[in-house]
């Protein structure tokens, strides 16, 4: 079999590494971080910390139905084990992609690369239960639908 998508082979529990997700932010001076949870299962994460533009809110997403849908057509290419390819196993591999991300945006922001600002924005709480990404697709639709592409 060929390489499949990142983590596919991963055996943590989601809960474990949406533990060690809450410690990397609290370690990078978040002030406030929170899991959300779902039949006992953690389904999102929020953070706040300061910017240079004061403390803010973050919702970080987690698409445990849309890694399933990764692995299922990994699976249906025959790249990865039909084990691999169970809803449990996308809620772990979901996570652990997630902590990837932010450990990888965390040292960019360490050396300078990219700000919190500029790493993070998409994931900016604008109003509560939206995110910056979000408000800008509802303001996208809206200037397609009036035919202003400004």
């Not at 057509?73 to 039909?82: C, E, L, V, Y």
Request: charged share 25%; hydrophobic share 40%; with cysteine.
């Amino acid at each position: 079999m060929t390489k499949g998508p990142l983590n596919y082979t991963t055996t943590i529990d989601a809960g474990k590494t949406a533990s060690q997700c809450v410690d990397l932010l609290a370690t990078h001076g978040a002030s406030a971080v929170a899991l959300t949870y779902s039949d006992r299962r953690p389904t999102g994460l929020t953070f706040r910390i300061l910017t240079v533009h004061g403390d803010r809110n973050f919702s970080m997403p987690i698409n445990i139905e849309g890694i399933h849908r990764l692995l299922l057509a990994a699976r249906r290419k025959g790249t990865i084990s039909p084990r691999f390819a169970e809803r449990d196993q996308a809620e772990r591999v979901a996570w652990r992609v997630l902590k990837d991300w932010l450990e990888v945006q965390l040292v960019m922001i360490e050396a300078g690369v990219v700000n919190l600002d500029e790493a993070m924005l998409p994931y900016l709480n604008v109003a509560p239960g939206v995110t910056l990404y979000q408000r800008y697709l509802e303001n996208e639709r809206l200037a397609i639908e009036t035919g202003d592409q400004t």
